[in-house]
């Protein structure tokens, strides 16, 4: 993967929401937070 590609906010919150799903199996947690790490750091105001 090139060094700027970032996962998209709509695929962050998708990825967000399986995390605090309690009946999400393990593959698809490791999925997201793999794809979380990926987005860009929020910046403060």
């Not at 970032?6 to 793999?34: E, I, M, Y």
């Amino acid at each position: 993967m090139a060094k700027n590609e970032q996962t998209s906010k709509k695929a962050g919150t998708a990825a967000s929401k399986v995390l605090r799903d309690p009946k999400s199996s393990k593959a698809a947690k490791t999925a997201a937070g793999s794809a979380l790490s990926q987005r860009p750091d929020k910046k403060k105001k």
